[in-house]
């Protein structure tokens, strides 16, 4: 069983930044693909930004070149750095990692959900 516990949501105004964290805990041989997605109410959850064991990340148009996603191996950390905010990114975001365990069976865990909500 891994463990996901989100920090770093928050309110921020148009054009601000917010810093988002994500630690794995638990019984994990090792983490492989991390990433990050996000709800607003009426919508379905969507993809922000994902990024291998190896360092390799991916981003949606819509927030590519404002975000940035990297991760602490050592510390089974990802994290999640969002510059130049629109309201449009005002949505619960969640943190999601796959994880092999001991017995060698892979399973994807997901955090509980961190609020950013960017007023106008």
């Known amino acids: 069983q891994v463990q996901l516990v989100e920090s770093g949501g928050g309110l921020v105004q148009t054009g601000g930044s917010l810093s988002l964290s994500c630690a794995a805990s638990?019984?994990?041989?090792?983490?492989?693909?991390m990433g990050w997605y996000r709800q607003s109410p009426g919508k379905q959850r969507e993809l922000v930004a994902t990024?291998?064991?190896?360092?390799?990340?991916n981003y949606p148009d819509s927030v590519k070149g404002r975000f940035t996603i990297s991760r602490d191996n050592t510390k089974n950390t990802v994290y999640l750095r969002m510059n130049s905010l629109k309201p449009e990114d005002t949505a619960v975001y969640y943190c999601?990692?796959?994880?092999?365990?001991?017995?060698?069976?892979?399973?994807?865990?997901w955090g509980q959900g961190t609020q950013v909500t960017v007023s106008s």
């Open positions: 999601n990692c796959r994880a092999l365990s001991q017995l060698g069976y892979e399973y994807g865990y």
């Open positions: 638990g019984s994990i041989f090792r983490i492989n693909d």
């Open positions: 990024i291998t064991r190896g360092g390799r990340t």
